[in-house]
C-alpha cells in the first residue's frame, strides 16, 4: 500500500502564481522526499528533507515537514508553464520509498 | 554523466505473452530498484538490488514476475506469462549508496500494454 497521500489531486494556476501542494504519511519516517514528473524529463527528485528537519529551501522550492501531524508541504514560488508536471511526496523508512498517488499541476501562460 | 538507461521504451503484448525489460544504472551506483507505475498511482517498489543480492522483493509478484542483477552491473526484469493488469510503465531507477535517505534516478521507463 502507498503510504503517502498528496493533495489536492490537481491544481492550475497562472504562471507567477505559487503552487502548494500537501502530503499526509501514517507511520514514522526516516525521512520525506518529493519528486516530479513530466513526459519530457521522467521522474526527477527535488528536494530531501529528513525527519529532523523543519523547512528545507532550494531554489523556488520550500519543503516543511510536521512530524507531529505527519504532514508535509511543497510550495513552488513564481510558478512557470515548465513547472507543468506531476510531484509525488514519497516517504523513507529503513529501506524503501514508498510514494503517493501525486498531484498533478498544470501552469497556463 | 549518462544517466540510467532503459529498453525498449515501449512494449506491447498479449496476455499470457513473456516480457523482458532491461535497465543499465549509472555507472558506480550500487543500488538498483525496479517500480511499476500504474496510470494514475505512484510508483511502487518491486524489487531492490545491493550489488547483485536482493535486499526487498516483498512486492515481487514471484509467481510471474523475476529480476536479475548479473554482476552488479545491468538488471533484467521478466514477466511470465501476463496478465492485463500488469499494463503499467516500469521504472528502473540507482543510487549510489544504499538505503532511502538519498535521492534515486530514475531511467525514462518502459510502457508495457497487455492486451
Known amino acids: 500500500s502507498q503510504q503517502g497521500e498528496e493533495d489536492p489531486q490537481a491544481l492550475s494556476i497562472q504562471e507567477g502564481e505559487n503552487a502548494t501542494m500537501n502530503c499526509s504519511y501514517k507511520t514514522s519516517i526516516n525521512n520525506l522526499q518529493w519528486y516530479r514528473q513530466n513526459s519530457g524529463r521522467g521522474l526527477v527528485h527535488l528536494i530531501l528533507i529528513r525527519s529532523n528537519e523543519r523547512e528545507k529551501h532550494s531554489g523556488r522550492l520550500r519543503v516543511t515537514l510536521d512530524t507531529s501531524k505527519k504532514s508535509s508541504s511543497l510550495l513552488i514560488t513564481a510558478s512557470r508553464a515548465a513547472d507543468t508536471a506531476s510531484y509525488f511526496c514519497a516517504t523513507a523508512g529503513y529501506s524503501t520509498l514508498t510514494f503517493g498517488k501525486g498531484t498533478m499541476l498544470l501552469v497556463s501562460p | 554523466e549518462a544517466g540510467v538507461a532503459q529498453s525498449p521504451r515501449y512494449k506491447i503484448i498479449e496476455k499470457r505473452q513473456s516480457v523482458a525489460f532491461w535497465c543499465n544504472p549509472i555507472?558506480?551506483?550500487?543500488?538498483l530498484y525496479w517500480y511499476q507505475q500504474i496510470l494514475g498511482q505512484g510508483p511502487k517498489l518491486l524489487i531492490q538490488f545491493q550489488n547483485n543480492g536482493v535486499v526487498d522483493d516483498s512486492q515481487l509478484p514471484k509467481d510471474r514476475f523475476s529480476a536479475e542483477r548479473l554482476k552488479g552491473v545491468d538488471s533484467t526484469l521478466k514477466i511470465q506469462p501476463a496478465k492485463l493488469e500488469d499494463s503499467a510503465v516500469y521504472l528502473c531507477?540507482?543510487?549510489?549508496?544504499?538505503?532511502?535517505?538519498?535521492?534515486?534516478?530514475f531511467g525514462p521507463g518502459t510502457r508495457l500494454t497487455v492486451t
Open positions: 531507477a540507482s543510487s549510489p549508496i544504499a538505503g532511502p535517505s538519498y535521492e534515486q534516478y
Open positions: 555507472s558506480g551506483h550500487a543500488t
